[in-house]
């Protein structure tokens, strides 16, 4: 048991990656705060999880929505380990040029924005349990951007970059903070990335991956579980690539 006596938050933990790394958390004996925008969908994870998971609904990009996380943390489980940044969203692929300018503003405020009030709300609740573990979900696309996807990917470049930064900042309060970069998945997301759902399409996102297939949520579960463990104790600043070798 990998995160026996943790507690962890994870945001966008409604469906897809969250959902995933916040089941792989439990089954490795954390409990775990399931957040997200849609309430329905948090109570719906929690309740597949069981005892050691609570939803909450919530808005990553308030301050209030984060000053809520953590007291249900606190007060369902009486400590912090574990904050994961995960909810995102993006804009359809499309030219830099015609994207609006209220989906530049929502993917500021819940891919960046979200960042900034999380830090300040929670490090130090995870300072006081002796330190912990901040993972960011950005993205391959903040590595090695493609076109279609310019202020989304820039958002997840400023995501590793704050990670970094964070890092080092964090590091005397054993606070390690850490991003995971995936490559295309098959979740809700998928078909904005594309623009357009196709098999042609996906046959095209998909060829420039070396080992041949999206990823899929277990690999980001892996992935954060190991980020989140004491066995990546020595692990900060890092931009973890889940990728099959896309960035290489
Ligand atoms: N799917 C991919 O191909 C891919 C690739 C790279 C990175 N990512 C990143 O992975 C993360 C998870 O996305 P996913 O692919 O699992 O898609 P998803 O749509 O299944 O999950 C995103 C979740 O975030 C929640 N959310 C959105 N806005 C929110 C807000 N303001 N407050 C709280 N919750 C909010 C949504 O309700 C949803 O449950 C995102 O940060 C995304 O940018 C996805």
Redesign the pocket.
């Given at each position: 048991m990998r995160m026996e006596g943790k507690t962890a938050i994870v945001?966008?933990?409604?469906?897809?990656?969250?959902e995933a790394i916040a089941t792989r958390f439990a089954e490795e004996g954390a409990n775990v705060v399931i957040?997200?925008?849609?309430e329905d969908?948090a109570h719906a994870v929690a309740s597949a999880i069981g005892a050691s998971a609570v939803g909450i609904g919530?808005?990553?990009?308030t301050r209030a929505?984060n000053i809520a996380m953590r007291d249900c943390a606190a007060e369902s489980f009486g400590r912090l380990d574990t904050f994961v940044l995960?909810?995102?969203?993006?804009h359809k692929n499309q030219s830099a040029l015609t994207v609006s300018e209220a989906d530049f503003d929502l993917i500021t405020?819940?891919?960046m924005k979200?960042m900034f009030h999380a830090t300040q709300v929670m490090a130090d609740d995870l300072a006081a349990f002796g330190g912990g573990s901040i993972i960011a979900?950005?993205?391959?696309?903040g590595l090695r951007p493609r076109p279609g996807l310019v202020w989304?990917n820039a958002s997840?470049a400023w995501v590793i970059n704050a990670c970094k930064c964070l890092a080092v900042e964090l590091a005397p309060r054993n606070i390690r903070v850490n991003s995971l970069c995936?490559?295309?998945?098959p979740?809700?997301?998928?078909s904005d990335?594309m623009g357009e759902d196709t098999p042609e399409i996906r046959e095209k996102f998909q060829a420039v991956i070396p080992l041949g297939r999206f990823?899929q949520?277990r690999d980001m579960a892996n992935a954060a579980l190991y980020l989140a463990s004491d066995q990546a104790d020595f692990i900060t600043g890092v931009a973890l690539e889940v990728d099959g070798g896309r960035c290489v």
């Amino acid at each position: 048991m990998r995160m026996e006596g943790k507690t962890a938050i994870v945001t966008g933990a409604g469906s897809g990656f969250g959902e995933a790394i916040a089941t792989r958390f439990a089954e490795e004996g954390a409990n775990v705060v399931i957040a997200d925008i849609r309430e329905d969908a948090a109570h719906a994870v929690a309740s597949a999880i069981g005892a050691s998971a609570v939803g909450i609904g919530v808005d990553v990009a308030t301050r209030a929505g984060n000053i809520a996380m953590r007291d249900c943390a606190a007060e369902s489980f009486g400590r912090l380990d574990t904050f994961v940044l995960n909810a995102g969203v993006t804009h359809k692929n499309q030219s830099a040029l015609t994207v609006s300018e209220a989906d530049f503003d929502l993917i500021t405020a819940v891919n960046m924005k979200a960042m900034f009030h999380a830090t300040q709300v929670m490090a130090d609740d995870l300072a006081a349990f002796g330190g912990g573990s901040i993972i960011a979900t950005a993205s391959t696309a903040g590595l090695r951007p493609r076109p279609g996807l310019v202020w989304y990917n820039a958002s997840k470049a400023w995501v590793i970059n704050a990670c970094k930064c964070l890092a080092v900042e964090l590091a005397p309060r054993n606070i390690r903070v850490n991003s995971l970069c995936p490559v295309a998945s098959p979740t809700a997301m998928l078909s904005d990335f594309m623009g357009e759902d196709t098999p042609e399409i996906r046959e095209k996102f998909q060829a420039v991956i070396p080992l041949g297939r999206f990823s899929q949520p277990r690999d980001m579960a892996n992935a954060a579980l190991y980020l989140a463990s004491d066995q990546a104790d020595f692990i900060t600043g890092v931009a973890l690539e889940v990728d099959g070798g896309r960035c290489v």
